[in-house]
Structure formats: C-alpha cells, structure tokens
C-alpha cells in the first residue's frame, strides 16, 4: 500500500534556485495538505487543497506556491529559495471533511538551501 | 483563529512508569482535537481523536486523552511507557474551517 508518497525525499539547492515537490496519494481523498516541520516550531500549515483545482493558504504561505490539477497529486512551488526555507516538508491527505482529523502522512522531504 | 500549546518540549521518564503530556488549545468556536506520534524519521500518525462525545478518548498503543472544555485541555496520558514509546508527540486542533493547527510538539524520552 503506497498511501502518500513525496518526491524527492532529499534535495539541496542554492539560494535563488527554484524546484517542485511532489505528493501523491492512491486513497482518493479529497484533501491534501502542505506542513513545514523546524526544530522547536513544530508542523506549520503551508497550503492546502480542498478538491482538484482548488488551493487555499494556511500560516505560512509566502514564498510557496501550490497546484493541484489532478485529484491525486499536490505540489509544492518554490520559486526562488531562500536559506529560511531549509525545512522537512511533509505532505498529507484526507477524505472529505478533513476536520476529522485523520490525516495520512507521507515519510516528508528534506530540503535545504544553501 | 484557534491554536495549540504543549507546556513541554520535552519529557524524560523511566520505563513503566506513568506520563502524562500536557496540551492547551484556545478557539471561539467547538473544536476537535487530536494527538499525533512521530517516531524517528518518519511521518505523523494518529493516535487518538476528540470529535464529540465522552470527554475520555482511548487510542492506540495504550494511550488515551481526556477532553476538558472548562480548562480548554487535551492532556495524553498512558500508565506505564516503554521504549518503544519514544517518539515525539503533537497535539493538533481543528474548529472545522478545513485547517489543522499542530502545537510545537512533546519529545518524550524514555530512561533505562
């Protein structure tokens, strides 16, 4: 069972370089979601998606940007990377009325920018 | 908006003995709240969930939660931990707008 799956799993850029992370996920759920984990600070809400064409900010929106053109995949954007945005990002899912709280993970994204 | 406290970043403890991580949340609005473990390089996953219902949720791996709405509190408990329950622990809230809000986590340490 694959469930939610991130891609790449490591990654390094230079400041300014820009990349894509992917999620995926095989439940058919119509909720996805991008969190930053930073030591301390816990699981920040980036983005979130509420069904297929729809995006929406969470806490820490700037300098991401989101699609989801297909119901099964959520990406994430950075443009132009800054240091501050060396982070794990982890991508989850849930059926629909995501407020009940069970959230699928995937195993997260490392990413640092030098 | 609503938001999430752990009082604790960390909490060391001997094995078999009892814990309890704490967790505060504040919101205009009903909430539900849950609590997550993380293991070591691993993703989240649930242990238990508060959406309505009797204030004393039970979940997996022996945990339970209590919910006070006097108090605004979700405080995890388990009675007896062992190694295997090292791991970092978050609590997270909703008030049904679509987002999750997660605290900043509990790193419980368990000691020989």
């Known amino acids: 069972n694959a469930g939610v799956t991130q891609t790449p799993k490591f990654r390094v850029l230079k400041t300014g370089q820009s990349m894509t992370l992917l999620c995926a996920q095989d439940?058919?759920?119509?909720?996805m979601y991008w969190y930053r984990q930073d030591p301390g600070m816990g699981l920040r809400l980036i983005h979130y998606?509420?069904?297929?064409?729809?995006?929406a900010k969470g806490e820490v929106p700037d300098g991401y940007n989101v699609s989801r053109l297909k119901k099964q995949n959520f990406l994430l954007g950075l443009e132009s990377a800054a240091p501050s945005q060396t982070s794990v990002y982890f991508c989850?899912?849930?059926?629909?009325?995501?407020?009940?709280?069970?959230?699928?993970f995937g195993e997260g994204s490392r990413l640092t920018v030098l | 908006a609503q938001s999430v406290t752990q009082l604790d970043s960390q909490v060391p403890v001997f094995e078999e003995a009892p814990v309890e991580l704490r967790c505060n949340y504040s919101?205009?609005?009903?909430?539900?709240l849950f609590w997550y473990v993380q293991y070591p390089n691993q993703g989240l996953q649930l242990l238990l969930k508060?959406?309505?219902?009797?204030?004393l949720v039970k979940g997996i791996n022996g945990f339970e939660a209590e919910f006070n709405k006097s108090q605004t509190s979700f405080h995890l408990r388990k009675p007896s931990v062992h190694i295997s329950d090292t791991a970092e622990y978050f609590c997270?809230?909703?008030?049904?707008?679509?987002?999750?809000?997660f605290g900043k986590g509990t790193r419980l340490h368990i000691l020989p």
């Open positions: 989850a899912s849930s059926p629909p009325g995501g407020y009940t709280g069970e959230l699928f």
């Open positions: 439940m058919n759920h119509e909720y």
């Open positions: 998606s509420v069904g297929e064409g729809t995006t």
């Open positions: 919101s205009s609005v009903s909430v539900y």
């Open positions: 508060y959406l309505s219902g009797s204030t």
């Open positions: 997270a809230v909703t008030n049904r707008d679509d987002k999750i809000i």
